[in-house]
C-alpha cells in the first residue's frame, strides 16, 4: 500500500490542524493504520493508530486533543489536531501494517510509511 499524506503547515499554539493520508494500491486489506511524529533529535513517537473495526489508540501526551478517523470508502487517514502546543511540532507520517489489531505491534512499528508532513506549533 502507499501513503502520502497532505495537510500540514504552520499553526500558533491553540490552534488547530487536520492532517490527511491518501493510501493505494492493496487497499483491499486489513490494516492497522496510524500517525508517528519525529521532531528533531528526538526518537519517534507513536501519536494514534487504528484498526479494521475504528479501534483507536492514542499516546498519552495527545488524548483529549488528536483524533484519528478513517474513511473507509475514500481510503483516507485524518488526524485532527486541536489546542495545539509547541512540542507538537515534529514531521508526521501516515504509517500502516496488515492486521486487524493495532496492539499487536509496538507504537511505531509499520511496515508502510508516507514521505512525512511538517507542522510546526509557534507560541
Known amino acids: 500500500v502507499q501513503l502520502v499524506e497532505s495537510g500540514g503547515g504552520s499553526v500558533q499554539a491553540g490552534g488547530s490542524l487536520r492532517l490527511s493520508c491518501a493510501a493505494s494500491?492493496?487497499?483491499?486489506?486489513?490494516?492497522?493504520m496510524g500517525w508517528v511524529r519525529q521532531a528533531p533529535g528526538k526518537e519517534r513517537e507513536g501519536v494514534a493508530r487504528?484498526?479494521?473495526?475504528?479501534?483507536?489508540m492514542y499516546a498519552d501526551s495527545v488524548k483529549g486533543r488528536f483524533t484519528i478517523s478513517k474513511d473507509s470508502a475514500q481510503n483516507t487517514l485524518h488526524l485532527q489536531m486541536n489546542s495545539l502546543k509547541p512540542s507538537d511540532s515534529a514531521i508526521y507520517y501516515c504509517?500502516?501494517?496488515?492486521?486487524?489489531?493495532?496492539?499487536?505491534?509496538?507504537?511505531?512499528?509499520?511496515?508502510?510509511w508516507g514521505q512525512g508532513t511538517q507542522v510546526t506549533v509557534s507560541s
Open positions: 504509517a500502516a501494517f496488515r492486521g486487524d489489531a493495532c496492539n499487536t505491534q509496538a507504537p511505531t512499528n509499520f511496515d508502510y
Open positions: 487504528i484498526n479494521h473495526y475504528e479501534t483507536t
Open positions: 494500491g492493496d487497499t483491499s486489506s486489513r490494516y492497522c
